[in-house]
């Protein structure tokens, strides 16, 4: 892909615009633990048709559990719940980023009817 090729509505394009090619993703390979140690199981309640986020410890404990109807709804309040509380759920963008997709991908399979399944 050429720079000129590369059209936006208003946008400029950088004189040093770089196109970046991202590497596959190997969720087994590259995966890293938070150094916090927390991490969330989702499920789907089909029969209130709603989201349910567990956030575990490293202990494997659940200590809170957030629900809501949409993927967004969840993942604002979690953030916001950790953010009033001083905690340190997700230090990692990739773990925030990793919470949204399952959370999108449940909210569809409520909208749909059909099995989830937490990657």
């Known amino acids: 892909m050429k720079k000129k090729d590369y059209v936006w ?8 615009l770089e196109i970046i090619n991202c590497l596959n993703y190997d969720p ?11 991490y ?3 499920r ?3 029969e209130n048709s709603l989201i349910e986020v567990a956030i575990c410890d490293k202990k ?6 957030f629900r809501g109807r949409k993927a967004q ?9 950790e953010k009033k509380n ?5 230090s990692r963008k990739d773990h925030a980023a990793y919470l949204g997709k399952e ?3 449940c909210e569809f399979a409520l909208a749909g009817k059909e099995e989830y399944i937490q990657e």
């Open 9 to 16: 509505h208003k946008q400029v394009i950088s004189s040093d």
């Open 28 to 38: 087994i390979k590259d995966f890293r633990r938070d150094p916090m140690g927390a």
């Open 40 to 42: 969330v199981l989702i």
């Open 44 to 46: 789907c309640d089909m």
């Open 60 to 65: 494997h404990t659940i200590i809170k559990v």
């Open 73 to 81: 709804d969840l993942y604002y309040t979690i953030f916001e719940y």
């Open 86 to 90: 001083k905690l340190k759920w997700f």
């Open 103 to 105: 959370l999108k991908k």
